[in-house]
């Protein structure tokens, strides 16, 4: 792909707050994207997103969650994006533990919230949905996983994860 592939096509990131929403931030704002992104607030301080104060590089900083249909609908509405990368998730396995609702509800209702919009939204040409390893079953034996790995987990967080992957070979044909 040419560098030039990014210059000027708007980009959508969900997550933009987090570690890795933040270097894609500086990234395709680097190679000519129109950034916009959408999140929650970091949520620890000091962060990577504040310190760099990275909302000067977006054209929309969305602040809301993606349990919310109709914000993140309204979002991309006004983004007109080419592309979106979807990285919003509750990503703490301890987290998932205290709060095992809002876990779920965030990686796997989130997702499904952000295929409804993007099927209303025609301007969208293409997503890229990042999940983790922990989409894969675990057994400790020290192995490298791939794609053709057995997915599974034993925690909610684990669990959450390869069922948006199911989620996606499934539904994204029905939406």
């Known amino acids: 792909m040419k560098n ?27 190679l000519g ?26 054209e929309n900083d969305f602040r809301a969650d993606i349990k919310n249909f109709s914000n993140l609908n309204k979002a991309i509405k006004k983004s007109k994006p080419n592309v979106i990368f979807h990285l919003a998730a509750q990503s703490s396995v301890l987290v998932s533990y205290n709060n095992p609702d809002d876990t779920i509800k965030t990686n796997i209702i989130g997702t499904f919230n952000l295929l409804k919009a993007i099927k209303l939204n025609k301007n969208v040409r293409s997503a890229i949905v990042v999940t983790t390893d922990k989409v894969y079953l675990n057994e400790d034996k020290k192995i490298n996983f791939d794609e053709n790995s057995k ?25």
């Open 33 to 58: 994207a129109k950034v916009s992104g959408y999140a929650l607030d970091p949520i620890s301080r000091p962060n990577f997103f504040d310190n760099l104060k990275l909302s000067k590089f977006l």
């Open 4 to 30: 030039s592939f990014w210059k000027n096509k708007k980009v959508f990131i969900t997550g933009h707050t987090g570690f890795k929403g933040s270097w894609l931030v500086l990234i395709l704002n680097h």
């Open 151 to 175: 997915l599974g987990g034993h925690d909610i967080y684990s669990s959450s994860k390869p069922f948006v992957e199911f989620f996606l070979k499934g539904l994204v044909n029905q939406l």
